[in-house]
T-cell receptor, first 115, second 113 residues
Framework: EAQVTQNPRYLITVTGKKLTVTCSQN?????MSWYRQDPGLGLRQIYY???????DKGDVPEGYKVSRKEKRNFPLILESPSPNQTSLYFC??????????????FGPGTRLTVL | AQSVTQLDSHVSVSEGTPVLLRCNYS??????LFWYVQHPNKGLQLLLK??????LVKGINGFEAEFKKSETSFHLTKPSAHMSDAAEYFC???????????FGQGTTLQVKP
């Protein structure tokens, strides 16, 4: 089954404790992206990747890191989480990303709480 | 710059009555437009997308959207609401060079029995 998976689905942590949220897709997509969803703000892009070893900042990259060493994986790293990073996070992927009406497929989301 | 505005944060309809969720966009060139739905505690699912092949776009579960360039609108409609349609709906425009999706603030659809 074609899908985007994220782990963990739920995470409660404390300020400053490094964490990684994994994202994996099995559709051989070139483009992957991370979004955060906050009430009243819709989804906002954190980082995106057009292909392996190619990443760039989205609208709200502060406090986050990403890497794209393999095509299928795009982990989101919070080196020193803070309470303002408490949010619902979505990973997405698409075949080519920036062209035409290429559809982005979303993972199930990761609900992160930073105390 | 591109942007999208969903004109209603909350819409309430009775089961069996029509649904209208309004969306206006701003784009300096021909946009790529989408509607996504998010059911409670679920991920985002694509309802439909505008491909420029036709201004009236049909999606899943009986939803449609009409692209009106003169009004810069992409409203979502459904002739008859079902209880299962209760969810949050996002109108989305995509930038052409980075693939970034720009989301509206979302419209919560409530369907009353």
């Amino acid at each position: 089954e074609a899908q985007v998976t994220q782990n963990p689905r739920y995470l409660i942590t404390v300020t400053g404790k490094k964490l990684t949220v994994t994202c994996s897709q099995n559709m051989n997509h070139e483009y992957m992206s991370w979004y955060r969803q906050d009430p009243g703000l819709g989804l906002r892009q954190i980082y995106y990747s057009m292909n392996v070893e190619v990443t760039d900042k989205g609208d709200v990259p502060e406090g986050y890191k990403v890497s794209r060493k393999e095509k299928r994986n795009f982990p989101l790293i919070l080196e020193s989480p803070s309470p303002n990073q408490t949010s619902l996070y979505f990973c997405a992927s698409s075949y080519r990303g920036g062209f035409g009406t290429d559809t982005q497929y979303f993972g199930p989301g990761t609900r992160l709480t930073v105390l | 710059a591109q942007s999208v505005t969903q004109l209603d944060s909350h819409v309430s309809v009775s089961e069996g009555t029509p649904v209208l969720l309004r969306c206006n966009y701003s784009s300096s060139y021909s946009p790529s437009l989408f509607w996504y739905v998010q059911h409670p505690n679920k991920g985002l699912q694509l309802l439909l997308k505008y491909t420029s092949a036709a201004t009236l776009v049909k999606g899943i579960n009986g939803f449609e959207a009409e692209f009106k360039k003169s009004e810069t609108s992409f409203h979502l409609t459904k002739p008859s609401a079902h209880m299962s349609d209760a969810a949050e709906y996002f109108c989305v425009v995509r930038t052409s060079n980075t693939g970034k999706l720009i989301f509206g603030q979302g419209t919560t659809l409530q369907v009353k029995p």
